[in-house]
């Protein structure tokens, strides 16, 4: 159905956040219609054989996820990630009201697999209400890369029984040096990974940390090649999102597929 009636609509549609809306849209639909959850699972598990790999301590059963900026207000974590996800970022929450909002729907209704949310204000705070109901957390400096917020969030993360991997989402635009300061940063201070803007990037931090920081690649990835691509270059995981609204969810297959198809 998104190909039919979505997919035409969305590929027009210059505008990311209106095509995101309606394509955000069929997916809420989608998982109102009895059964809904579970046709799609059963239409859309890719849980290619192969594929699963650990990062941050974590079981992924593929390394693509959807990437944060879809599901903004915490809405559809369960509903997307039927969609073959092996983990879906909800977010960017910048306050926390919307954050507050988001773990009431988490206490409603559960996440099914691997959650991370994506932290871009309020950090300490936000970080510490939603510690409890995430598997991990993306912190978003990319208006401000300050590495100082974190000293905090360290300091809040030892004080829980359980620990929760922290990565930092860092600018599409930022100097080599200034990428070199942080990587140093996140080796000496537990920061867990990197979640990086382009290719040049990845391979920059992978060269840098001599491959010791997992890397989440956000660049842009909207075919099964760019994903390969980010993965040789030295990425963990890779993230999915208006490739995902410009295609819709066979896109999430066929990235599946190609990447099983290059591991024989």
Aim: net charge negative; with cysteine; hydrophobic share 45%.
């Amino acid at each position: 159905m998104y190909s039919l009636l979505i997919r035409p609509i969305t590929r027009r549609i210059k505008d990311n956040n209106k095509a995101s809306a309606i394509a955000l849209g069929y997916f809420k639909f989608e998982g109102m219609i009895p059964g809904g959850r579970f046709f799609s699972r059963l239409i859309h598990g890719n849980r290619a054989v192969g594929l699963e790999r650990e990062v941050f301590g974590l079981d992924f059963y593929n390394p693509v996820g959807l990437g944060a900026g879809l599901d903004v207000n915490g809405d559809l974590y369960n509903d997307l990630n039927d969609l073959g996800f092996s983990f879906v970022e909800i977010g960017p929450f910048k306050e926390l009201s919307a954050i507050r909002k988001a773990i009431a729907r988490l206490q409603a209704d559960p996440q099914d697999d691997i959650l991370a949310a994506c932290i871009s204000g309020d950090y300490l705070e936000s970080f510490c209400l939603a510690y409890d109901f995430c598997d991990f957390f993306v912190i978003d400096i990319s208006e401000n890369p300050d590495m100082d917020i974190f000293e905090p969030l360290l300091d809040a993360r030892l004080t829980y029984e359980a620990y929760k991997p922290i990565v930092v989402k860092i600018p599409e635009e930022l100097a080599a040096d200034e990428l070199d300061d942080i990587v140093e940063y996140c080796l000496m201070n537990n920061i867990d990974g990197i979640e990086a803007r382009s290719i040049s990037q990845i391979v920059h931090i992978t060269e840098k940390s001599k491959a010791r920081l997992p890397i989440i690649a956000n660049c842009h990835i909207k075919t099964p090649e760019q994903a390969l691509g980010a993965l040789k270059a030295g990425a963990s995981l890779v993230e999915v999102r208006m490739g995902l609204v410009r295609e819709g969810p066979r896109l999430v297959g066929k990235i599946l597929k190609f990447l099983a198809s290059k591991e024989k």
